[in-house]
C-alpha cells in the first residue's frame, strides 16, 4: 500500500494560493489520488480526486505528474475557514490510506 | 438528504468491557467503511462492508469486528476494550464498491476507555 509524505504544517495568509504537495511514491497502477479536509472533532470531508494531469472543481486544483508519485493540492485564495488539516491518500475504493496530513493555518 | 449519522457521539467505557457502534449510512449508499483516529497513529482503516459482505480489513486485532445488514447499516464491535482503543471512530458511506468515489464521513464516535 502506498505511504505518504506531507509538510507536517503550513501558514498563509487570507487570499493567498496554498499548494500542499504529497509524496507516494509507490502508488499502485490502480490507485486513484483524493484529498480530504478534516476540522477539529469532524469527519473528513471529501475536496477533490483524481487520476492523473490536473483536476479542477470549484473548491480546489490538484495536480499529479506522469509518473504519479507526488500530488499537489491548490487552493485559491483561502481563507480563516480554511484552516484545518489536509490529508492525500492514494487508495481503491472505500480503503483510504492516511498520512499524518498537513496542517494549515490561515492568518488573517 | 440525511448524512452519514453515527451513535452514539460519545461514551465512555472500563478496561475489558466491550462496546458496539452504529452508523447509518446516507440513503442509497451500499459500503460502509471505518477508521479509527487517534493523537499518535493518525486515521486508520478498519474494514469496509459493501451489500453485507467485508470487502477489505485492516491491521487491527481480532477484537476489532463489524457488519452490515441488508439495509446498509453497521455495526462495529471492540471486544475486550484497551486503554489504547480509545479514540475517534469514523464511519464513512458511499454509494457503490467502485474504485472511485468520495467517502462521506459521519462525525464519528468518540470512545475514551477508562
Known amino acids: 500500500l502506498a505511504k505518504t509524505t506531507q509538510p507536517i504544517s503550513m501558514d498563509s495568509y487570507e487570499g493567498q494560493e496554498v499548494n500542499i504537495t504529497c509524496s507516494h511514491n509507490?502508488?499502485?497502477?490502480?490507485?486513484?489520488i483524493t484529498w480530504y479536509q478534516q476540522f477539529p472533532s469532524q469527519g473528513p470531508r471529501f475536496i477533490i480526486q483524481?487520476?492523473?494531469t490536473k483536476v479542477t472543481n470549484e473548491v480546489a486544483s490538484l495536480f499529479i505528474p506522469a509518473d504519479r508519485k507526488s500530488s499537489t493540492l491548490s487552493l485559491p485564495r483561502v481563507s480563516l475557514s480554511d484552516t484545518a488539516v489536509y490529508y492525500c491518500?492514494?487508495?481503491?475504493?472505500?480503503?483510504?490510506?492516511f498520512g499524518q496530513g498537513t496542517e494549515l493555518s490561515v492568518k488573517p | 438528504k440525511a448524512g452519514v449519522t453515527q451513535t452514539p457521539r460519545y461514551l465512555i467505557k472500563t478496561r475489558g468491557q466491550q462496546v458496539t457502534l452504529s452508523c447509518s449510512p446516507i440513503?442509497?449508499?451500499?459500503?460502509v467503511s471505518w477508521y479509527q483516529q487517534t493523537p499518535g497513529q493518525g486515521l486508520q482503516f478498519l474494514f469496509e462492508?459493501?451489500?453485507?459482505?467485508?470487502?477489505n480489513k485492516g491491521n487491527f486485532p481480532g477484537r476489532f469486528s463489524g457488519r452490515q445488514f441488508s439495509n446498509s447499516r453497521s455495526e462495529m464491535n471492540v471486544s475486550t476494550l484497551e486503554l489504547g482503543d480509545s479514540a475517534l471512530y469514523l464511519c464513512?458511506?458511499?454509494?457503490?464498491?467502485?474504485?472511485?468515489?468520495?467517502?462521506?464521513f459521519g462525525e464519528g464516535s468518540r470512545l475514551t476507555v477508562l
Open positions: 440513503s442509497g449508499h451500499r459500503s
Open positions: 464513512a458511506s458511499r454509494p457503490t464498491d467502485s474504485l472511485v468515489g468520495e467517502l462521506f
Open positions: 491518500s492514494p487508495h481503491q475504493g472505500g480503503k483510504l490510506i
Open positions: 462492508y459493501f451489500s453485507e459482505t467485508q470487502r
Open positions: 509507490n502508488i499502485a497502477t490502480n490507485d486513484y
Open positions: 483524481g487520476y492523473k
